[in-house]
């Protein structure tokens, strides 16, 4: 039984922020239920996808139970009382005050269940200037700074291909659920939980990607940190490698077979290596070039150094320790067939999380 078992949530969110934290909830042991209208959560078709099922939705809807309620028909809202004070927990991600004009307000829901921790995520916040901006992941990137921290040689911001603001959200709600629940064994009553995916996003790009805007008095500034990434050709491919404290330089130049190229003794130290960073990255280019993936990682894992090989999309699902590790799941979908997902990453000696987590609903599967 995973550390949730017994906490019942009711799932409306849609898309991925919300949903996502749900399914990390169901993956340590709660019981979702995600509630969804008459039409169904756009993501289900959203990519690719089997009938009314996309790979999106099965990976952050896994393991939940499944019902369709038309809230916008007064004639259900008796059956939706019922699950709020059924619930524990209630997730949404509707545009700020949409549950409220249904009749289902956060002060409503707390009266009939005053035990409830409800997390409502918006994309700017539930209330301000923005407020009433539709938001999807790229519009966020935008604000939040997470598109300029991409920004190449010429300055120009581009976009991460990822939905980095929304599973950073749905990590973040995740976290934020749990931290209610246990203020809730203390104190014996829910509360409101907001979270805004410009505050995540802003929380999560912060440490590094706004590390020269940190200081309010001047502090020597440094190039940002993304001109100091980068990924190097090999024979056959790519490598990924980095060496910021001396003694992973040194791991990093035993790996390469201590090439006469970098043996200049102002490589020792990190000052001398910034100092003479051109010569350095000439050096090591050359290095890495002259060799294949296969023997850059051999390297690499002799040594302990600071380095991997970059994987196709292919290269991730047979790579050794993604094996090892068991990253990657099958759910049985019924009909449609086995789907991949991934496993639920924390491990806990104690009360494991769901190795093997059960189908998405299907829209009206009614698992009540």
């Not at 017994?6 to 399914?23: E, N, R």
């Not at 008459?38 to 499944?66: H, L, W």
């Not at 043996?263 to 130290?269: G, I, Y």
């Not at 600071?306 to 019924?334: F, K, M």
């Amino acid at each position: 039984m995973g550390p949730l078992a017994g906490i019942k949530v009711l799932d409306m969110s849609q898309i991925v922020s919300g949903p996502m934290a749900g399914a990390w909830l169901a993956d340590q042991g709660a019981d979702v239920l995600k509630l969804e209208a008459p039409s169904g959560d756009p993501v289900r078709t959203v990519g690719v996808r089997k009938g009314n099922m996309s790979a999106i939705f099965v990976s952050v809807n896994r393991g939940k139970r499944g019902a369709v309620l038309d809230l916008k028909d007064p004639a259900t809202h008796a059956d939706f009382e019922a699950l709020v004070q059924w619930a524990d927990v209630l997730i949404e991600n509707f545009r700020p005050g949409a549950l409220a004009k249904l009749g289902f307000p956060y002060d409503r829901c707390a009266g009939l269940n005053p035990r409830l921790i409800y997390c409502a995520i918006t994309g700017f916040g539930p209330d301000g200037p923005y407020a009433n901006i539709r938001a999807y992941d790229p519009v966020v990137q935008a604000a939040s700074g997470i598109a300029a921290t991409q920004a190449d040689a010429q300055g120009k911001p581009s976009l991460v291909q990822s939905l980095v603001c929304d599973k950073v959200t749905a990590l973040t709600a995740a976290q934020a659920i749990t931290a209610a629940l246990f203020a809730r064994e203390r104190t014996g009553v829910g509360q409101r939980i907001d979270v805004a995916m410009l505050d995540a996003a802003l929380a999560f790009n912060w440490p590094e990607g706004m590390y020269n805007h940190a200081f309010l008095e001047p502090a020597a500034p440094f190039p940002d940190y993304g001109s100091l990434t980068r990924l190097w050709p090999a024979q056959d491919g790519q490598v990924s490698m980095a060496a910021i404290q001396d003694s992973e330089f040194a791991a990093m130049r035993a790996s390469l077979g201590h090439p006469e190229s970098l043996a200049d003794p102002r490589f020792d130290s990190m000052a001398g290596r910034f100092a003479n960073l051109a010569n350095l990255l000439t050096a090591m280019g050359a290095e890495v070039a002259r060799r294949t993936r296969a023997d850059l990682m051999q390297g690499f894992k002799a040594q302990g150094a600071v380095g991997c090989t970059v994987n196709s999309r292919e290269e991730v699902l047979a790579d050794p320790q993604v094996q090892h590790n068991g990253s990657i799941l099958t759910v049985d979908q019924g009909a449609l067939g086995p789907v991949r997902v991934a496993r639920h990453p924390a491990r806990f000696s104690g009360t494991p999380a769901n190795d093997a987590p059960g189908p998405a609903p299907e829209l009206g599967d009614n698992q009540r």
